[in-house]
């Protein structure tokens, strides 16, 4: 049974920083598609970045380039998300999602599973 767990999340100032991270367990493939969305209130759920095992594969949204960092620990089966210069429009609970396999880039993400999120705020 594939398991996501999320942590890191908090409550920062503006300009702060925080880290994500999202431990996988389960996965029988080596081919992996990762990603972290989110949802403010009353928002739809929104994709921020993903990463897969193929080199060089990552995506951010438009909002977050420049600002935060995906990256993978193979060895610890973990996906971390860094967050830097922190506004308070990125206020939301972050989800980390998964599919076993390559979609032919990470942005086809199907989000066969999904952590239970992690609420971020950040104040003004």
């Known amino acids: 049974e594939v398991q996501l767990v999320e942590s890191g999340g908090g409550l920062v100032q503006a300009g702060g920083s925080l880290r994500l991270s999202c431990a996988a367990s389960?996965?029988?493939?080596?081919?992996?598609?990762l990603g972290w969305f989110r949802q403010a209130p009353g928002k739809e759920r929104e994709g921020v970045s993903c990463?897969?095992?193929?080199?060089?594969?990552?995506e951010y949204a438009d909002s977050v380039k420049g600002r935060f960092t995906i990256s993978v620990n193979n060895a610890k089966n973990t996906v971390y998300l860094q967050m830097n210069s922190l506004k308070p429009e990125d206020t939301a609970v972050y989800y980390c999602?998964?599919?076993?396999?390559?979609?032919?880039?990470?942005?086809?993400?199907?989000?066969?599973?999904w952590g239970q999120g992690t609420q971020v705020t950040v104040s003004s």
């Open positions: 389960g996965f029988t493939n080596d081919d992996f598609t």
């Open positions: 999602a998964a599919d076993s396999g390559y979609r032919g880039g990470c942005s086809y993400i199907r989000g066969d599973y």
């Open positions: 990463i897969s095992s193929r080199d060089d594969d990552i």
